[in-house]
């Protein structure tokens, strides 16, 4: 308590005695504590706040590539699982050979007889790959695909071109034709091998789709899954020729042995480095890798990448009821007379899903690129996204038996400008379904938070009330002290009462709080 030293009845000497600074300082320590105390606890609300807001598991991608380019997809629905630099152009080299193999199958006879010329022996570059073919030798079609794939030999791609196209420059149009129907807009090609050319490049993204239609083909999937194959009788092998895939993955006496790749195809050039196409089966999932521009890790980097998407992704087979197809509004405008008949798609297809994301987190569009496929007309795909991944696609096709392609001019669709039209689940038509499903699946940590959330502001309003009684009870204190040296100076009671009754009619603060500010 403060004190005044009077000696005779006067006043000698007026003290404030240390307590009045202590009782300060301890209250500025008490709100400067406080203010901590709040910034933590706007901390824990902000962070549970971003806890709440990303329900969606994340997206993995802990899988270490040292290539420089690579990509593993999933090759029934085409999702991608991880990717590094797949739109950078790399040289391809010899997995060129699986577009080659591609285009031959869908434009010529198997059994056809092929003759090498001159050009296709001898348009090769010194030491690359070969069979041992010489120019006038006769093979199949088949046989010069098995020795492309299996041996990389270069002037069986050049034979199967010439015989295909007239020309390996005619050949190459048709590739960068296909390429560009199969929607690969970062590549171009030069040649059916794939030696060295500053024009011939892809990248990790357009090679897989390549790959994925390539494999897709039931005859080049069985020549490049094949550990080896007899080639027969020729010049340079009179008794003929046993030719072994160069893929180390698929043969078991090789080091590389991974038991869940099934095949592929290698390259290598010196500009290009390790480039490696290779198709896994585990269970239910069938997965396609490409790397690009490896450093002798090729193999390395493909098991990595293979493991990846095993381990860390489920392949889910959904119905209609399951993603709430049924609510997707399509609406279409008949320019002829004819009606159009019903729409319909597959009853189930499968998606790619993170083994800790629910079905539930999936939505969908539709993608209205009317197109004729397997004599079915195509009106448009239903794409399934999570997030902002595409992670499967359903066609939605027009059920009748149509031999004709649907164009443009035969149906328009009445939709944005865009080709997607952003589709809501029928979840999402009504509030309190969308609710409840939101409660069903988060409702624990909802609660949970709320009831943290309400005992925080609770503990708020408890300590803001408790400063305040502090604060009114010292201001009490204060104005009793200045009382009584006023009475001490010898003030009257009538000048104490006008003096505290005009402070407050000024809004004076009290001594202390000018101190602060002062400070």
């Not at 041996?151 to 034979?159: F, G, I, P, V, Y």
């Not at 450093?295 to 390395?300: A, D, P, Q």
Request: charged residues 25%; proline residues 4%.
């Amino acid at each position: 308590m403060p004190y005044i030293e009077i000696f005779s009845g006067k006043v000698s000497n007026l003290k404030v005695i240390p307590e009045y600074q202590k009782k300060f300082f301890n209250k500025s320590i008490f709100k400067f504590r406080f203010k901590l105390m709040r910034a933590a606890i706007l901390l824990v609300l902000f962070c549970l706040n971003l806890s709440f807001v990303s329900f969606a598991a994340v997206w993995p991608d802990d899988v270490n590539v040292q290539a420089d380019g690579a990509i593993v997809i999933e090759a029934e629905t085409g999702t991608v699982l991880y990717e590094k630099n797949s739109h950078e152009r790399y040289f391809p080299a010899s997995i060129t050979k699986l577009l080659t193999a591609l285009i031959i199958v869908e434009r010529c006879n198997l059994d056809d007889t092929l003759t090498f010329s001159y050009n296709a022996v001898h348009n090769v570059e010194s030491g690359s790959s070969s069979a041992g073919f010489l120019v006038g030798d006769t093979v199949t079609v088949k046989d010069a695909l098995y020795a492309m794939l299996l041996q990389s030999a270069n002037e069986a791609a050049n034979a199967l071109a010439e015989h295909c196209s007239g020309s390996i420059e005619e050949f190459a149009g048709l590739m960068n034709e296909k390429a560009a129907e199969l929607n690969c807009t970062d590549s171009h090609f030069e040649n059916p091998s794939g030696l060295n050319n500053p024009e011939h490049y892809t990248t990790a993204s357009d090679f897989a789709i390549i790959s994925r239609a390539a494999l897709s083909n039931p005859t080049v999937f069985e020549i490049a899954s094949s550990v080896a194959y007899h080639l027969p009788p020729y010049k340079a092998a009179p008794e003929g020729f046993d030719i072994y895939n160069h893929h180390g993955m698929i043969r078991r006496s090789n080091p590389n042995f991974y038991e869940y790749a099934v095949g592929g195809k290698t390259g290598y050039t010196m500009l290009a480095g390790n480039t490696l196409v290779t198709y896994g089966i585990k269970d239910n999932m069938s997965l396609i890798t490409v790397v690009l521009n490896g450093h002798k890790t090729h193999y390395s980097d493909t098991k990595a990448l293979m493991e990846f998407g095993f381990n860390k992704f489920d392949k889910i087979e959904v119905d209609d009821s399951n993603t709430d197809k049924q609510s997707i509004d399509i609406r279409f405008i008949q320019d002829s007379e004819n009606s159009i008949p019903s729409l319909i798609s597959p009853p189930s297809h499968k998606i790619v899903l993170p083994k800790d994301a629910q079905v539930s987190d999936v939505t969908h569009r539709v993608n209205f690129e009317p197109t004729l496929r397997d004599e079915k007309n195509i009106i448009a795909n239903i794409e399934y996204m999570y997030g902002d991944r595409q992670v499967g696609y359903s066609p939605l096709y027009i059920n009748a038996d149509i031999k004709t392609e649907l164009v443009d001019t035969d149906v328009s669709i009445a939709s944005p400008s865009s080709p997607y039209k952003n589709v809501t689940k029928a979840s999402d038509a009504s509030f309190s379904v969308k609710f409840t499903k939101f409660m069903i699946k988060y409702g624990f940590y909802f609660i949970m938070g709320l009831i943290i959330a309400v005992i925080i502001i609770i503990i708020l309003i408890i300590i803001r009330l408790v400063i305040s009684y502090k604060e009114a009870k010292e201001l009490a204190f204060l104005r009793e002290e200045r009382r009584k040296r006023r009475i001490m100076y010898g003030w009257s009671k009538e000048r104490i009462d006008l003096s505290e009754h005009s402070r407050k009619k000024r809004g004076r603060r009290n001594f202390f709080e000018s101190k602060k500010n002062n400070d």
